[in-house]
């Protein structure tokens, strides 16, 4: 298995951190990990926060249910929507830009999984309490939080569901 | 911890539980039990803190932060961990000291003790 597929099987939702703080150089290399994700018609419209301030993740936790634990760190995953619809019309605001953050997210949970860190995706929160605490503009909105640190539990992996994958056309398993 | 970083415990708690709320009116309704006892969890954990938590809700926020997750596994195993949850309460509530400090016991029949609640229910 190459390495890659190997940390695509291996990665994890973990929601357990160590009080370890993550360093700079490592968030910097997960957000580059993010540019380079694909993006819809090149629009490259995403943006993102990174918090490392705990008093900061605490009170976006306090607005934020899904984001469990303590992790030290926090990337907002945000997308202009304002740019997004300027770029990609009404699909590109209400579809484009969602697709985009999905795949910038997915590099950024690879790439911390490389790292040895854990990270876990969080879409419950409140969405306008996170933009007015990240001081995010008018049009800018938070999609996804990813919280990211050492974990001090790794969970088992969850069963997948294998009927879901059809080869020419749907039902036939192949 | 003093009053303040008390105060600022169950402020964070109510945060939670507010946006709880109101992202509860669009996400898996599954996810409000989830809240519910995650919420109770977080709640004995400031007491504990505060060196308020007995062993009952200890016992009990150990059975929570054990099988919470199970929601995003198997429905049917959270289904299964909230009833045992319950189940434990119920012993707790049944052997608790009264207000005055006596005992309550629970009035079962030789039958029903020890069975699980849901057993029970189906035969009462």
Redesign the interface.
């Known amino acids: 298995m190459t390495e890659v597929l190997e940390a695509i099987r291996g990665r994890r939702?973990v929601?357990s951190f160590l009080d370890r703080p993550v360093d700079k150089g490592i968030l910097e290399q997960l957000v580059e990990a993010a540019i380079w994700a694909p993006s819809a018609g090149n629009a490259q419209t995403w943006r993102f926060v990174v918090i490392t301030e705990p008093e900061r993740i605490?009170r976006i936790?306090?607005?934020?249910?899904?984001l469990?634990g303590d992790p030290p760190a926090v990337i907002a995953i945000c997308q202009d929507l304002d740019e997004a619809r300027a770029k990609g019309g009404e699909l590109g605001a209400s579809f484009l830009a969602q697709v985009d953050a999905a795949m910038a997210t997915q590099n950024v949970l690879l790439a911390a999984h490389d790292k040895g860190l854990g990270t876990c995706v969080v879409a419950?929160?409140?969405r306008g309490?996170v933009g007015r605490l990240l001081g995010l503009p008018d049009g800018v909105e938070p999609l996804l939080l990813v919280s990211v640190g050492w974990p001090a539990n790794v969970?088992s992996p969850?069963q997948r569901r294998r009927n879901v994958v059809f080869f020419e056309v749907y039902g036939e398993s192949g | 911890m003093n009053r303040a970083e008390l105060t600022e415990k169950y402020?964070?708690l109510v945060?939670?539980m507010v946006?709880?709320a109101?992202?509860l009116l669009d996400?898996s309704p599954l996810?409000g039990p989830f809240?519910l006892v995650?919420a109770a969890s977080r709640l004995v954990a400031i007491m504990e803190e505060d060196d308020l938590a007995d062993q009952r809700l200890l016992a009990i926020r150990k059975e929570i932060e054990a099988h919470k997750?199970s929601v995003?596994?198997d429905p049917t195993k959270f289904r299964q961990f909230l009833d045992s949850l319950v189940d434990l309460l119920v012993s707790q509530i049944a052997s608790s000291p009264g207000r005055g400090g006596g005992v309550y016991r629970e009035k079962l029949s030789c039958e029903n003790e020890g069975k699980p609640l849901k057993e029970r229910r189906k035969e009462g």
């Open positions: 939702s929601r605490r936790k306090m607005v934020s249910p899904g469990l419950s929160f409140h309490a969970p969850p | 402020f964070e945060g939670y946006t709880s109101r992202n996400e996810y809240r995650d997750y995003m596994e």
